[in-house]
């Protein structure tokens, strides 16, 4: 049987996970430098985080185009594992074993659903 979901579209929206979750990357790295100041929005990393987040819609919206809605959407959980990793390695934030089991079951369901489509 044919899918009806172009593996294109799943590796767009695959793109469009890992640049949204570099833009929350650089906007938690640009909230260090918001004072009371309206200027302090202005800094490079904020800047940066919300442009990675339009081009992230802007590719999502082209994969929705050619893909069904039921296969693709689910790969949006892929931020999770993408933030989970910037998280830990970049932010050296503590992560417990309750984290590492979710990423785990995050996995599972991406690869279950992602390989049900027609």
């Given at each position: 049987m044919k899918r009806k979901t172009p593996l294109?579209?799943?590796a767009l929206v695959i793109t469009c996970t890992f640049l949204t979750s570099f833009g929350q990357y650089f906007i938690k790295i640009g909230t260090k430098s918001i004072s009371g100041n309206a200027l302090s929005l202005l800094s490079f990393p904020l800047i940066g985080g919300f442009f990675l987040y339009g081009i992230g819609a802007i590719i999502l919206i082209i994969a929705l185009k050619y893909g069904e809605l039921s296969v693709l959407y689910p790969f949006i959980a892929l931020s999770f594992i993408w933030v989970f990793f910037l998280s830990f390695f970049l932010l050296r934030e503590n992560i417990l074993f309750a984290n590492w089991l979710g990423l785990v079951l995050i996995i599972l369901g991406v690869s279950f659903?992602?390989?049900g489509g027609k």
């Open positions: 294109f579209a799943i659903i992602g390989g």
